[in-house]
């Protein structure tokens, strides 16, 4: 199997400057690596090869890249095994690329915090709009603000004992913090900010995804599944996000 540095990557590529995003690409397939690095150099971005997970693991740990797109299977580590290994200390964002067959492993990536999948084949261009939209979010996600009297910053949002930082992308329950992707936040917030109120797929798709990113119901439902599982970790009796089957999603306020 080829290591990361005898991967066709461009000759003398020049480093990235300031203002260019970095994708790590991660595949055992040289012509997907290399097919996928010459689209995205295209786009603008600066783009990190690897030829298997345990190599991308250290590297992506080490010196993070903007977002990573791992391929599901893999020898040595597959792209489930990257992932759980990577969540334990970062929130990355992570694409998984999929095959149409791989629907199991497609529900438990995004149930172990992948931020989205696209199944094989796929578009240059479909490819490109998910990544800017993740990167949007994930942008706004870090965004600090320069002082605490700063104008314009969105309030937190308090439901019970629900608490959501907008500014800061932190999520307290019980006082508790939750760990949340920048789509699950989206998607509670969503919830939150009426509660009681019936929020259907596509309304979540809305606030979780751009315009240019087309997303199905399944993906919707990963999330709330992981949400759900995620606030049960701190609230084993938690029950505040509703299902009204055929219809969508609600959130209690609890108290």
Wanted: proline share 7%; hydrophobic share 40%.
């Amino acid at each position: 199997m080829a290591d990361a540095s005898s991967l066709p990557v461009p000759a003398e590529e020049p480093p990235p400057t300031a203002r260019q995003q970095t994708i790590a690409l991660v595949d055992d397939d040289r012509n997907i690596l290399t097919t996928l690095s010459i689209g995205l150099h295209a786009e603008g971005f600066a783009t990190r090869l690897y030829a298997d997970g345990e190599t991308a693991l250290k590297a992506l740990l080490e010196n993070p890249p903007d977002l990573a797109i791992f391929d599901v299977k893999m020898p040595r580590m597959d792209g489930l095994d990257l992932l759980q290994a990577l969540r334990a200390h970062s929130r990355l964002p992570v694409i998984f690329l999929t095959s149409k067959d791989e629907e199991l492993d497609e529900a438990l990536g995004l149930a172990m915090g992948a931020d989205d999948y696209i199944a094989k084949p796929f578009s240059q261009r479909l490819l490109v709009a998910r990544i800017r939209a993740i990167l949007r979010r994930s942008d706004l996600a870090r965004a600090q603000p320069d002082a605490p009297s700063q104008a314009n910053l969105p309030e937190p949002v308090v439901r019970g004992r629900l608490r959501l930082d907008p500014a800061r992308h932190q999520v307290t329950w019980d006082g508790k913090p939750v760990s949340l992707t920048v789509t699950e936040f989206l998607i509670l917030e969503a919830l939150a900010q009426r509660p009681g109120v019936v929020k259907s797929r596509n309304q979540l798709m809305d606030a979780a995804y751009s315009d240019d990113v087309y997303v199905d119901d399944r993906t919707i439902d990963s999330h709330i599944k992981r949400l759900r599982r995620k606030l049960r970790a701190v609230d084993s009796e938690f029950s505040a996000i509703d299902t009204l089957y055929g219809a969508g999603y609600s959130f209690f306020d609890a108290t």
